[in-house]
């Protein structure tokens, strides 16, 4: 399923036809939000800090701002920029940073193996090169910034979050509010909140359909929208003010600033809000293609949205004196009014639904990284990939935005919230660009600092304007932030010291070998799935198990479900499988890889498919005896006696062995090299050769007795034959699935601040998030935890 998601659009990229349906598709999920800003940028902008004056500079000069705010950033740096620095099809901040991490050793994710590097998926985009940058070099030399890249990325990945919660709030508010022309003022007052906090439970509570269901209505409303606020641009600059086109001239923006001065500067967070949803273009690029959304937006929602902030200015350019605030809803023909409004609240639904479903993506590529506390994820479409529901982060978000729109009451304290998040992320987005095009383009380092200081100086100019509004609703982003960074960031370090501990606590396989009857240790039917972080080694929760329980199963598997800095691992290649100790001991490794937009739950039964994969092992490995007896009259016993094997895997693939080769995988296992302080964990040097399995026969001399050659492929089939009776029989027998249950608390000597982060803030969230038997969809009758107290 990720394999052929990755590669549907690949054979028809050449095709406009194609392309033009994935342009109008993408209208619906990426550019909702961004569609419905002209509801309240000129009401959040006149909200306070400049007054609509009878010589228009201030309109003027905010549409000026609008206009190249809206050319420079979405237009000029994601469209032409950004969109290129995708990660094997995806955007967002987490394919920027697992992009750096492949072409730098920057990466924090402890069980790291060169095999991962074999991934079809794991390309570069260009060779490395023989002189590495300097820049490269001194990331990779100072371990500080490794946590840095990693605080930077999680502080973006925050305010996504928290614009999940402050854009529904702020576009359907927007939205509703247009319902003041139909009613009192009082009536307003009173009707607005409870319209808007039931549109908002409706919303949430529907999220657990999935968006396939109403998704086909996603696109024609906010075509439709697009269209009416085009429309009525047109109207309004024919009908009131011909001239407005001259405001665009950059010398506009000038004259503002230089009337209003600080209170113009100030004003520039309501202005930022007209790109709000700019993200969306990148983050949301894995579901369409680069193609698709440039001609969406430069052919249709740009131009769209130019003539809805123009026609805005033309009318308010005549009209300095109105019975209401400026807001949207003033400038749209009294006629007109009613099917307007309803068409802005779907609109606005839809945009809202896309930050939503983007929140959830977020927070599941957070977790599979180990940087967010595990929760369920349901997969809500069987045929769309990447469509998924989070019924804790549903609800708490629920609960938040309809906090916040109680608690701000208005678009002027939510906007001012919505401004600083969205800007704090397009920081961050321009800052991880900067370094793909160091590290991963091999771009001059000249060519960065440019990009960097161009459009980073004007992010830091709406960001400075938004942090004048802190005591005015920008207090909550930077709050929210705060808390999930810290999350965040505790529970990933306790992650890694986990992960340091079972390094350092490993047993070795002679340990394992030499448990027998001998010592009192029974072998029982079935299978015991042990599943460990480890790659490499008995992890010390087996040695706990056996030591306080004697017996172990029959068929022993040693499971790691790994993430890889990917975006998707292709299913043929997501196993690595190799033996623990000699075949008779009938004991294996099993490593199941998965990148940051896999959703773990991607199989019916995740035991059945394991078996099937060991089953296919067991064939390719005495295949390959079979081919070293052309050589030898001794494969059968090296085979049955070799005691090797912790450190040679295989890639088994979800096709039949005789359809593709299969890959070996030789490791050199070497000491761990773990450090102190919070730092990347390189437990294992590898090295790794691959050897396709050819079918091709070779033409060789050598004497060897055409009976004993007989007698030893007889003795090979007999053996593959009974291996593979021996795990059927396990599995008729019942599947044993044996995880550690972990209590983890400081060390003696840790700082206050370490020991107030482990004892209580990591285990308060280990306790009250879900266990990791819910990602595994482990049966409770088949579940088996060892207690196993970490101390970091």
Known sequence: MDLEHGKCWDSSKDSWKT????????????????????LYVYKSTFAEDIQHSNTNEEIFGALSFVFWTLTLVPLFKYVFIVLRADDNGEGGTFALYSSICRHAKVSLLPNRQAADEALSTYKLEQPPEKNSSRVKMYLEKHKFLHTALLILVLLGTCM????????????????????????????????????????????????????????FLFAPVVLIWLLCISALGLY???????????????????????????????????ILLCITGSEAMFADLGHFSYAAIQIAFTFLVYPALILAYMGQAAYLSKHHETNYQISFFVSVPE????????????????????????TFSIIN???????????????????????IYIPEINWVLMILCIAVTIGFRDTKHIGNASGLAVMTVMLVTTCLTALVIILCWHKPPILALCFLLFFGSIELLYFSASLTKFREGAWLPILLALFLTTIMFVWHYATIKKYEFDLHNKVSLEWLLALGPSLGIARVPGIGLVFTDLTSGIPANFSRFVTNLPAFHRILVFVCVKSVPVPHVPPAERYLVGRVGPAAHRSYRCIVRYGYRDVHQDVDSFESELVDRLADFICYDWYKTDRTNLYTDDAVTSRSNESTSDGRLAVIGTVSLSGAPAYEIEETLQPANVSGGFTSVESVTDVIEMEPVRAVQRRVRFAIDDQSDTDAQSEINLQSQQELEDLFAA???????????SHVRAKQGSSLLKRLAINFGYNFLRRNCRGPDVALKVPPVSLLEVGMVYVV
């Open 19 to 38: 392309i033009l349906i994935l342009a109008y598709q993408s209208l619906g999920v990426v550019y909702g939000d961004l569609g419905i800003s002209p």
């Open 731 to 741: 599995q008729q027998a019942g599947t044993a699935f044996i995880l550690g249950h």
């Open 236 to 270: 309004n600059i024919i009908h009131w003010n011909s001239h407005v086109y001259q405001a665009l001239s950059p010398y506009y923006m000038f004259k503002f600033l230089k009337k209003t001065r600080k209170r113009g500067w100030m004003s520039l967070g309501g």
């Open 160 to 215: 996504v979050i928290g614009d999940g919660l402050l854009t529904p709030a702020i576009s359907v508010f927007s939205a509703v509010s247009g319902l003041e022309f139909f009613m009192s003022k009082e009536h307003h007052q009173y009707a607005v909140i409870p319209i808007t906090c039931f549109i908002i439970v409706c919303l949430f509570a529907l999220q657990h359909y999935g968006t396939h269901r109403v998704g």
């Open 365 to 387: 590529q957070s977790q599979s990284l180990g940087c967010f506390p595990r929760v369920k994820v349901v997969h809500t479409s069987d045929k769309i990939h990447g469509q």
């Open 335 to 358: 006629s007109v009014r009613w099917p307007v409004l309803v068409v802005a609240i779907l609109a606005s639904i839809v945009g809202s639904q896309a930050i939503i479903s983007g």
